[in-house]
């Protein structure tokens, strides 16, 4: 009842309050109007303020917004959570895990099937690009919004109107009609009900021209009183046509915002093209660091197995008082120091893993463990450097942006010319104009004939600001817009010069680095063999041999991290020329979404876009079943080889043409 009550005051009427009043103290102990009353307060007080400060989540528009309204998260709708277990750590290494060898091929594939949300490698964690597969379809979107000018349109208007207005009017008495004394006064007016029906429909032309074709008629009935048709009817039927002669009057700038749309389409498919690159690349990096994480761990567990070894050896010389307590001393801090090296080995390798999980779209728990099968490639990758060059400038997604930005500019361009000039209109208007109706003679039905009563228009408009000031100025400022694009397009080219120059330097680089470690592993072999030796013939002391151990290792380690390095350099080099999907025989299928459009409701909507799965990439890395690590020369100081190394790939070919293209 207050609710009603506060209506009532807003409109203010005593008269409302007091009939409330009597209706709520005459029903039924007023359950049934208490709570109609209740609901409609409930509805309507928000919309004109609530001093009561009630806790309701709807608009208050009569009330000035001063507070923040945060509601609790616990009330916000919450997301799925993926059912997986803890990950695995240095402390709870995984037990009983099946080993998975994964090919880098297949790596790439599964990335590839979890790539609705494009991920990218940020040092061992993989993180979201901003780029996602609706990227593009959203931005084609705007191509039929643009056509959507030049559809036809119609309209129908229809409307009942009834115009009774009343008026005050002196009564006269019949009997006396030549008294102008009035006897009365009385309130009346006539009633005039008519009913308007307009159907038009127009269509822009690509030439600017608007055609337009209408149709209208107002039956219009009067009473009371006597009028020469009644009811009667008014119609027409009109046909127009409006070209624009300077401004507007051409068929490219009226185009233009349709080229732009898709031009814009383009952009967001490079864009995506290139998150898809960054991935791909990542997902090499982040295997080939897995391949030298354990590589690193393997060096370490024997340089830990080699100081046990040699820890037990000198305890034993020690208590048969062959050497001093020094000795004993330096080789238990050489153990704890390669033990601590090895636990860092092996959270490197478990934080390589998790990266390359991560950028897989793989869960973070070990349901098995990942071990990469595809060797590194050892051979020197011959460049080309103008082919490279050629390459970059026609590929890199990044050029062809700035390429299609300046490509926008002309239209705009365009644009910006057709404002600059003068609107001068041609018109032209025809016009059938028809009458009919009733006359007051009983049955009696009146027309004009067809095509009796004509209206035509024909002439030109034309209209144009003295100066032209605004529009000059914005051609000038799209001219220096297309000046300044054509600089970054240099620019660009520019830096992706510059970019394929360091590619090339760090692949020599590594590539001789590569070298001289191999040599250097060899020679620290060698070296350990010596030591070790020498020393048990008590002509070295045992720091040496702990020297040598840790030089043997490292250089183990540093090798493999060159080599890996190396082939991470490799797809750096194919990202930088844009060739790097198309080397790994990686093509674009684009698949449809039913939504609505030209079919309407009646459109089918597949799961987009999972409807169409990514089919198998080129083979490009062979598998071998076998840890990729074992490629090395991996074969403890002993003499013992722990596995023979595999034939090591040749270096990939650039090129744009993919030899078995997958999707």
Not at 100 to 112: F, G, N, T
Not at 465 to 476: N, Q
Not at 589 to 605: C, D, H, K, T
Not at 635 to 661: F, K, M, N, Q, W
Request: glycine share 6%; aromatic share 8%; charged share 25%.
């Amino acid at each position: 009842i207050s609710g009603i009550t506060r209506i009532a005051g807003f409109i203010g009427s005593k008269q409302i309050k007091r009939t409330i009043r009597r209706i709520h103290h005459m029903s039924r102990n007023g359950i049934l109007l208490r709570w109609m009353f209740l609901t409609a307060g409930w509805l309507i007080t928000p919309f004109l303020g609530d001093p009561a400060g009630g806790q309701i989540w709807m608009p208050a528009p009569k009330r000035e917004e001063r507070a923040t309204c945060v509601r609790d998260p616990a009330c916000l709708p919450h997301a799925r959570l993926p059912a997986i277990g803890p990950p695995v750590t240095i402390a709870t290494p995984p037990e009983n895990v099946p080993k998975k060898y994964m090919a880098l091929d297949e790596a790439i594939r599964v990335a590839l099937d979890h790539s609705e949300v494009v991920r990218v490698l940020a040092g061992v964690q993989a993180v979201a690009s901003g780029s996602t597969i609706y990227d593009p379809p959203i931005a084609g979107t705007a191509i039929e919004e643009q056509k959507g000018r030049f559809d036809p349109s119609v309209g129908a208007d229809n409307l009942f109107n009834r115009d009774e207005k009343p008026n005050e009017s002196y009564i006269y008495d019949p009997a006396l009609p030549d008294d102008p004394t009035p006897i009365g006064v009385k309130i009346a007016g006539p009633r005039k009900d008519t009913y308007n029906l307009d159907l038009g429909l127009s269509k822009t032309t690509i030439t600017g021209g608007s055609a337009q074709f209408g149709v209208r008629t107002n039956p219009t009935r009067f009473q009371p009183g006597q009028y020469p048709l009644n009811p009667r009817t008014d119609s027409s039927l009109e046909l127009s046509f409006t070209q624009p002669l300077l401004q507007g009057g051409r068929i490219g700038p009226n185009l233009a915002p349709i080229v732009i749309a898709r031009i814009d389409t383009e952009r967001s498919y490079f864009r995506f093209k290139e998150s898809m690159q960054q991935m791909v690349r990542g997902v090499i990096d982040a295997y080939w660091s897995l391949v030298y994480a354990r590589v690193d761990r393997w060096a370490r567990q024997q340089q830990v197995e080699q100081a046990e070894r040699a820890y037990k050896e000198t305890e034993a010389k020690f208590r048969a008082e062959l050497v001093d307590i020094g000795d004993v001393a330096q080789t238990q801090l050489a153990l704890a120091n390669f033990r601590a090296n090895l636990v860092l080995a092996e959270s490197n390798v478990l934080a390589q893993e998790a990266a390359l999980r991560n950028i897989l779209g793989l869960p973070p728990s070990h349901q098995f463990e990942l071990v990469p099968d595809s060797p590194p490639s050892a051979e020197e990758l011959p460049i080309d450097w103008q082919r490279i060059v050629a390459l970059a400038e026609e590929r890199r997604p990044d050029l062809i942006e700035l390429k299609l930005i300046l490509e926008a500019d002309q239209q705009l361009l365009l644009q910006a010319n057709n404002r600059a000039l003068p609107q001068v209109d041609a018109v032209a208007i025809y016009r059938w104009n028809g009458l009919e109706g009733y006359a007051p003679i009983p049955g009696s039905s009146i027309s004009s004939g067809f095509g009796a009563s004509t209206d035509w228009t024909l002439g030109v408009t034309f209209s144009v600001p003295l100066g032209l000031r605004e529009a000059r100025a914005g051609l000038r400022r799209q001219e220096l817009v297309i000046a300044r694009d054509r600089a970054n397009l240099d620019q660009g080219l520019h830096s992706a010069v510059h970019i394929l120059a360091e590619n090339v330097r760090n692949l020599a680089y590594l590539y001789a680095q590569y070298n001289a470690l191999t040599n250097a592993r060899k020679a620290a072999r060698k070296n350990l063999d010596i030591q070790v030796a020498e020393y048990r013939a008590r002509r070295v002391i045992f720091l040496n041999v702990l020297q040598a151990i840790t030089a043997w290792g490292d250089a183990v380690s540093a090798e493999a991290r060159a080599l890996t390095l190396y082939n991470t350099e490799l797809a750096n080099l194919e990202r930088e020329t844009g060739t790097i999907l198309e080397t790994h025989g990686i093509t674009f299928v684009e698949e449809r979404y039913g939504s609505i459009g030209p079919l309407g409701r009646l459109a089918q909507r597949p799961c987009y876009p999972h409807s169409i799965r990514p089919c198998p990439n080129a083979k490009r890395y062979p598998r071998t079943e076998k840890p990729a690590e074992e490629s090395f020369d991996l074969s403890t100081p002993a003499g013992r080889r722990i596995e023979p190394a595999p034939e090591r790939l040749p270096p990939p070919v650039l090129d744009t043409v993919p030899s078995e293209p997958g999707s």
